[in-house]
């Protein structure tokens, strides 16, 4: 089993910026594919950006721009950098790991963006 541990969300004017960490423990085998998703109330949750092992990433269209996405391999950790944030962009925050052929997932952290 994985685990893993997120942090860094909270209370952001408009604006402003934030930094989310995901660190991944335990039973680790080959950690391939690590990114973030949020859910908003009332939505599905959606993708927000991903890394490969190699350092591939994708981002949804909403965040291009104003999130980054970053890994420390060594660390298992993943990070996303928020910036210029909206309002929409409130939601809570979910890390994804594939760890060989099984996602996990985090407890998710809830950011709040006020207008």
């Known amino acids: 089993q994985v685990q893993l541990v997120e942090s860094g969300g909270g209370l952001v004017q408009a604006g402003g910026s934030l930094r989310l960490s995901c660190a991944a423990s335990?039973?680790?085998?080959?950690?391939?594919?690590m990114g973030w998703y949020r859910q908003a109330p009332g939505k599905q949750r959606e993708l927000v950006a991903s890394m490969t092992r190699e350092g591939s990433t994708v981002y949804a269209d909403s965040v291009k721009g104003r999130f980054t996405i970053a890994r420390d391999n060594a660390k298992n950790t993943v990070y996303l950098q928020m910036n210029s944030l909206k309002p929409e962009d409130t939601a809570v925050y979910y890390c994804n790991v594939v760890d060989g052929y099984r996602g996990y997932w985090g407890q998710g952290t809830r950011v709040t963006v006020a207008s």
């Open positions: 335990g039973s680790i085998f080959s950690i391939s594919a």
